[in-house]
Every structure is written in structure tokens, then in C-alpha cells.
């Protein structure tokens, strides 16, 4: 087949290097500010399934490796290859079953159309925490989403998935169908061996309210905020997102400390009298001293969805890594030291304190690295003259943390370090992963972060 028969055969634009708009169309695959110099020869917007299975019998036939894309969120940029890219941005149906409490979604579908729509219907779903991320690479690594501690990791509220394998075919993957296929899908991330073109999901019932309260103190007090974060975690129930967030002062703090660390507790209540009980035990251990406090209040998906893109400007450019670790206070305190040694104003770290219970039993799938707590570092900073001091950021946070991170989460990892893939998962999940590899995709047609380092990190 040649350039025009794709272009004939595919619903979707086809764009090759070389045409009017391949630069415009190669950038806005990327969410990042950053656009590494990497230029797909071919790019197809896929509208349904049988583009993406044309675009990939095309690149197989003509020696091109595969790069999904879903909506280029991921922090190390990894969608945008050489090869052929198939876009899966506009391939966003959303349809809910209401009785049978289940939803299917293109890949497309972002968290906050996700969570809208479910929230007319009163469900819900472990949507991720920022709006703009779609279902495509979010579930395919896992998900680490809101409520995570009663809803468990997204990927395990996946009932089943269509996916298009090397070979161009196009199968549903379950429990009971394909289930090889599915384990991988649920969190093997850009280390997947196909591509996924629908999610059917298992739906929750949407908390009756969510309330999020904030105490701010200067990041000096962060190993205080640490004991208390993890003592109340291990009595309050599992609806509650306890989460540190270390960053510059924002203006109306910004006299009293530089960087301050913002204790943040969402509660997915199901009633106001559960909310309110919960508020009182969290409130009851709050160290002395906070700069500010805003207690309760009320934050549903929308809200919550407006407070986290305030974090996350568009534009910016952008560089992550992640840990998982057993050690709140090591890993709360090494994040507070980088933070206070960031060289941009706009960088920050997170850090979650799980519910006891979410780390010690979860389903056997690709999703297989996670522990008591979690700390991602976000550098982001806005002129390319300031690359390398943002990226030797990341990597000395991430040196700090060695000693007591478990492993990475691949959603977030920074996947420019050949070694990130393989830490994102355990031992005996990325062994079964490569051997899935090399059964599924003997040749090698899809891009893999593991396999071979990415080229420049630009
Ligand atoms: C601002 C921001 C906030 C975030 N918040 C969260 C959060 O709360 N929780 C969380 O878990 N993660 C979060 N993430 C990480 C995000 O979930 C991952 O980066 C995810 O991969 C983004 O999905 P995407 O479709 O845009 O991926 P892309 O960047 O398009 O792709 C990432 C990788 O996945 C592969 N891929 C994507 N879709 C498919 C598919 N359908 N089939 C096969 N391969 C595919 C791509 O080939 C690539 O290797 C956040 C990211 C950002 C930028």
C-alpha cells in the first residue's frame, strides 16, 4: 500500500513530513511546552478502529515502528517517534449504561468529560486528577486517580478493552477473553504491545459530597505535616486523598515563607455527617502553626478539576519523575529539600500518604509497583535556555530519593532514563510483560521506552 491508498483507505487526516502543517501537526501531538526532536514520518488521526488497524498493517508493510498517541500528556513526551504515529485524539465516544452501571469510552474521552458525564447519572469513576488528561495512556498505565484509596487504581476498574494487536487484527481482551492481553492492558503503559481503541469500564457510586480542606505551613514544618499525614491516615477511612503539596508560597503567603507545604485532605463522603466526622479526626491532629487554613470545602470533580489545572499551566515546559516508597518521612522530607533547592519558581512536589490498606493486596496486572506512599516531582519552567537546570533537577531529586524509593509509577516516570520502564514494574510482572512482548510483537512494530533509549530529550 502506498501514501495515497492510506490516505484513501483511513476516515482520519494523513500527514507526512514534507506537507504544509507537519510541524504544527508533529507539536500539537504534545501536551509539553518541550517538543523533542523526534518527526514521525507519517501521522494518521485516527476516527475509529479500523484506522488505527489500517495505519498499523501500513507501517508494518513498510518497515515503520508504531507510536500511539492518546493526548501526548505524558511528561517525557514519549508518543511523539519516529515512524508513524497514530493519533487517537478525536476518537472520544462516550457511551454510559446506566442500569448495568458500566461505560464505554474512546480514548479520547479526557477525566473531566468522563467525570461530567457521569456525575449527571450519579456515578463515577477513578478519573485522573487533571481535566485534559484522556483515558488512552492514563488506564493503560495504571491510573492513579481521585479516590483511589476506596476505588483502588484505575486500570482495576477496567471490565475489558478492544485492542489492535501487530498483526492489524482487532480483539476484545477481559477476564475470560484474551486475559493475557488484558493483564498487560492494565498498566503496562507506553510498554504495551498493541493499541487500545475502547475501555469499557466499572462504574462507582458518585459520592454524595466531596469536601477538600487546606492547611498551609512554611516547608520548614514538613516533617510535622509528614507524622501527622500518616498517623491519621492509619485511623480515618479509606475515601479520603491526604496529599503534600510543596511548592513556592502562593502571593497571599508569600510574605510570611518562601515555600510552603499545603497539607491537602479531599473527602468522598457519603453523606455531610460522614464528611464532617471525618474533617473533625483529620483537624484534631493538625500541627500548630499553620499559615492559613480553609476547612471543608465543598469540591466537586468541576472544582477540583479548576484547583489542580491551576498547578499544571498550559504551555509550560515539563519534566517528571516518580517514587513509590514504604517511607513517608524520608521521602516527604527529600521532596521538601528539592523543592527548596528548585531553580524555578513554578516547580513543585506532591506527595500521597495511602490508606494502609491500598498498597498491601492488588489484583495480579501489569500494575504491579506501588507502595505505602507516593511523591512525584513536576519542574516546570518556560525558556529552553533553562533546560539542562530543570532536568538536573529532576534527576537529583530522583538520586535523593534512591535509598528509599520501592519503584517508579510509569504514568509519571521520567521514561528518558532507559532504566525507568523496567522500575515501574515487579520483577516478575516485567519478566511476564517481555515475554508477552515477544509473543504479541515478534517484530518489534511498536515503540517501547524499555527497549532502547529514546533519542534526544530536547
Ligand atoms: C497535568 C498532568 C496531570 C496528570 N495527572 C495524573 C494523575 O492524576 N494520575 C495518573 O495516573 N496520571 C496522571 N498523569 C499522567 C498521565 O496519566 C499519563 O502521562 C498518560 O500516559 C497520559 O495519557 P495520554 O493518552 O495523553 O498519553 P500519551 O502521552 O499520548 O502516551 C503515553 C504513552 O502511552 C501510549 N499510549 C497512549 N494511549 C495508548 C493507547 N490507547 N494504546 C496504546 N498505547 C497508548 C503511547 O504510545 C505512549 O507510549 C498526568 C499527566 C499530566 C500531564
Redesign the pocket.
Known amino acids: 500500500m502506498d501514501i495515497d491508498a492510506l490516505k484513501q483507505t483511513v476516515r482520519g487526516a494523513v500527514t507526512t513530513r514534507g506537507d504544509a502543517g507537519y510541524e504544527g501537526t508533529r507539536a500539537g501531538?504534545?501536551?509539553?511546552g518541550r517538543k523533542p526532536e523526534r518527526y514521525p514520518e507519517i501521522v494518521v488521526k485516527a476516527m475509529d478502529a479500523g484506522d488505527v488497524q489500517a495505519a498499523v498493517r501500513f507501517a508494518a508493510r513498510n518497515g515503520l515502528r508504531v507510536?500511539?498517541?492518546?493526548?501526548?500528556?505524558?511528561?517525557s513526551?514519549?508518543?511523539l517517534?519516529d515512524g508513524l504515529v497514530v493519533d487517537?485524539g478525536a476518537m472520544d465516544r462516550l457511551g454510559i449504561d446506566v442500569e448495568k452501571r458500566t461505560a464505554t469510552a474512546g480514548?479520547g474521552v479526557t477525566?473531566s468529560r468522563l467525570a461530567a458525564a457521569l456525575t449527571e447519572h450519579g456515578l463515577a469513576f477513578p478519573v485522573?486528577?487533571?481535566a485534559?488528561?484522556?483515558?488512552?495512556?492514563?488506564l493503560?498505565?495504571?491510573?492513579?486517580?481521585?479516590n483511589s484509596g476506596a476505588w483502588g487504581i484505575?486500570c482495576h476498574n477496567v471490565a475489558s478493552v478492544e485492542?489492535v494487536l501487530a498483526d492489524g487484527s482487532l480483539i476484545t481482551a477481559s477476564e475470560t477473553e484474551n486475559p493475557e492481553i488484558f493483564w498487560a492492558a492494565r498498566g503496562a503503559?507506553?510498554e504495551?504491545f498493541?493499541?487500545?481503541?475502547e475501555y469499557r469500564l466499572r462504574l462507582q457510586d458518585l459520592p454524595r459530597t466531596i469536601r477538600t480542606s487546606v492547611w498551609s505551613y512554611s516547608l520548614d514544618r514538613i516533617d510535622a505535616v509528614e507524622r501527622w499525614m500518616s498517623a491519621t491516615m492509619r485511623i480515618l477511612p479509606s475515601n479520603v486523598e491526604f496529599t503534600a503539596v510543596m511548592s513556592s508560597a502562593p502571593p497571599p503567603l508569600a510574605d510570611r515563607a518562601a515555600k510552603t507545604v499545603a497539607a491537602v485532605a479531599t473527602i468522598f463522603a457519603a453523606s455531610e455527617e460522614e464528611a464532617a466526622a471525618t474533617l473533625a479526626k483529620i483537624q484534631s491532629g493538625a500541627p500548630e502553626g499553620a499559615l492559613a487554613a480553609q476547612l471543608g470545602m465543598e469540591t466537586p470533580f468541576d472544582v477540583l478539576y479548576r484547583i489542580?489545572g491551576q498547578?499544571?499551566p498550559e504551555g509550560r515546559r515539563?519534566a517528571?519523575d516518580t517514587h513509590w516508597s514504604a517511607d513517608p518521612a524520608a521521602l516527604l522530607r527529600g521532596l521538601a529539600d528539592s523543592v527548596s533547592a528548585a531553580p524555578s519558581p513554578e516547580t513543585f512536589a506532591l506527595a500521597v500518604v495511602l490508606p494502609p490498606t491500598a498498597s498491601q493486596a492488588i489484583p495480579d496486572t501489569a500494575f504491579s509497583m506501588i507502595g505505602p506512599a507516593f511523591g512525584a516531582a513536576y519542574a516546570i519552567w518556560r525558556d529552553s535556555k533553562n533546560d539542562a537546570e530543570n532536568f538536573t533537577w529532576v534527576r537529583q531529586a530522583s538520586e535523593r530519593a534512591a535509598s528509599y524509593s520501592l519503584g517508579h509509577?510509569i504514568?509519571?516516570a521520567d521514561l528518558d532514563l532507559p532504566e525507568r520502564a523496567r522500575g515501574s514494574f515487579s520483577a516478575a510482572a516485567y519478566a511476564r510483560l517481555c515475554s508477552l512482548q515477544r509473543k504479541y510483537d515478534p517484530a518489534g512494530l511498536?515503540?517501547?521506552?524499555a527497549r532502547e533509549p529514546l533519542k534526544k530529550a530536547g
Open positions: 501531538l504534545l501536551w509539553n507510536s500511539a498517541r492518546g493526548g501526548g500528556h505524558n511528561f513526551c514519549v508518543s517517534q487517537l480514548p477525566n485522573g486528577h487533571c485534559s488528561v484522556p483515558v488512552s495512556g492514563y493503560l498505565g495504571g491510573g492513579f486517580g481521585w484505575a485492542v503503559g507506553p504495551f498493541g493499541i487500545v481503541t489542580i498547578f499544571f515539563y517528571a509509577y504514568g509519571e511498536f515503540h517501547r521506552p
